[in-house]
Every structure is written in structure tokens, then in C-alpha cells.
């Protein structure tokens, strides 16, 4: 299995290595495997992982939330229904954000309508 130093995994993600290292301590990041001098060596399954944790963040979960799942999912697979039940909440979450950033695309574009009335 190829393995990918942080710098790699940085470019790759768009994270930091500050982040990533910061990612690691905090436990969202668990099990990167190191080489005999301590380089942290991550694999396809890590980079996976990082992907799923940038969406969640980029759908607005927060990290405390998704500390929460990065534990229950260390703890295996007996708690795959809480891990759904949060995910659930969240895309509920993600569902309403959704619908009223519609919401006022609508009225903004009522406004670049009725401005446009006046257009010469």
C-alpha cells in the first residue's frame, strides 16, 4: 500500500500540515501510522477519512461534533447507529440552511429585479 507523507496529504486535501497536526492531536485523526524516524505515513484509507471529516466541516458540523464521531467511529462498528443518528441530524441541519439560504437568494433576486425597473 502506497503511503503519503503530511506535505502530500496537504496538497492533496487543501488542510494545512499545521492543521492536519492539529487534526491528529485533537483525536480527529487517529492511527496514522509512523515510519522509524517518526514521519507520520498516511495512507489511502486516511486520506478517505480526512475527505468525509472536510465535508462535514464544510457542511457546517462542528468540530466538537465531529470529534464526537471520529470516537464513536474508533470505537467500531457497535456504534454504527449512533454514528447514523448524528449524521441524520446533521443533514437535517444541512436541509434547513439549505432552504432558507433559498430563501434569500429569492428576495435578493426580488431586489435585482425591482432595481432593474429603473434601468435606462
Do not use: C
Not at 495512507?43 to 466541516?57: G, N, P, T, Y
Not at 432558507?100 to 428576495?107: D, Q, R, V, Y
Amino acid at each position: 500500500m502506497k503511503t503519503l507523507t503530511i506535505q502530500h496529504i496537504a496538497k492533496l486535501t487543501g488542510l494545512s500540515v499545521h492543521t492536519l497536526r492539529y487534526y491528529e492531536k485533537i483525536g480527529l485523526l487517529n492511527g496514522v501510522k509512523r515510519d522509524s524516524s517518526g514521519y507520520r505515513q498516511y495512507s489511502e484509507a486516511d486520506v478517505d477519512w480526512i475527505r468525509f471529516l472536510l465535508r462535514l466541516r464544510e457542511t457546517g458540523m462542528p468540530i466538537s461534533e465531529m470529534k464526537r464521531f471520529s470516537d464513536l467511529r474508533s470505537q467500531g462498528e457497535s456504534t454504527t447507529a449512533a454514528r447514523l443518528e448524528m449524521l441524520e441530524h446533521h443533514r437535517w441541519n444541512v436541509q434547513k440552511r439549505i432552504a432558507k439560504l433559498g430563501s434569500h437568494l429569492e428576495k435578493i433576486g426580488g431586489k435585482i429585479d425591482y432595481y432593474k425597473t429603473f434601468e435606462r
